[in-house]
């Protein structure tokens, strides 16, 4: 059955290095959603894509993350450079065309910074 | 703007008892109301929703949802509690922001059933 997929699954890297996270969303919804989930602050919402256009990322912060979709079969999320603070699991949801969108989550990318 | 509330951080259940997971929920106009659970290691998956209708929502696993205007409440019950059901749950409500809609979520409620 459908369902979204990220890679990697898990990602330990050092202070300072570049991390890239990708998704891929469920073929044929439009909405593609960045979440990250830690203990602390629960699940934030990081970017939103509709249309492969970023329409919000107002969580995100600026000078070290950035979001993308260069297909409609792609969205990556990079942090440059990462700090241990960015240890998380970062799940991407997508969902489809109609307004009353469920949001379908992929199994996240469970990221530890040294 | 719209918020929900999940009040306990920990539900525990006997095997075989009827659950209730709570939450309480503040919207301007229509609420959109859903739940989400997420099994360890995973991402959440999709419960069920109340758009519209029926106050009595029914989901997946059994699970089931009463949509309560005058409390504001979309309390997720299920009527016979399985130790597989052991889980975190997520309550969310849409908010429409700028011409789309994203889900605000709220802290999330461990459910722990015992055999």
């Known amino acids: 059955d459908a369902r979204v997929t990220q890679t990697p699954r898990h990602k330990v890297t050092e202070m300072g290095q570049e991390v890239t996270m990708r998704c891929q969303p469920i073929l044929g919804h439009n909405t593609v959603f960045w979440y990250r989930q830690t203990m602390m602050q629960g699940l934030e919402l990081l970017a939103y894509?509709?249309?492969?256009?970023?329409?919000?990322d107002s969580g995100m912060p600026k000078d070290r993350f950035s979001a993308e979709m260069p297909d409609a079969t792609l969205a990556t999320l990079k942090i440059q450079p990462s700090e241990p603070r960015d240890s998380a699991v970062y799940f991407c949801?997508?969902?489809?065309?109609?307004?009353?969108?469920?949001?379908?989550f992929g199994p996240g990318t469970r990221l530890l910074v040294l | 703007a719209q918020s929900v509330a999940q009040p306990e951080d920990q539900v525990n259940v006997a095997e075989g008892n009827p659950l209730t997971v709570k939450c309480t929920y503040s919207v301007s106009g229509n609420p959109y109301l859903f739940w989400y659970v997420q099994y360890p290691n995973r991402g959440l998956q999709f419960l069920l929703k109340?758009?519209?209708?029926?106050?009595l929502v029914k989901g997946s696993y059994g699970f089931e949802a009463e949509f309560n205007k005058s409390q504001t409440s979309f309390h997720l019950k299920k009527p016979s509690a399985l130790v597989s059901d052991s889980a975190l749950y997520f309550c969310a409500v849409r908010e429409p922001s700028g011409g789309y809609n994203k889900l605000i979520f709220g802290a999330g409620t461990r459910l722990a059933v015992h055999p």
């Open positions: 949801a997508s969902g489809p065309r109609q307004t009353q969108e469920t949001q379908y």
């Open positions: 894509f509709r249309n492969r256009a970023p329409l919000d």
């Open positions: 109340y758009i519209t209708g029926d106050n």
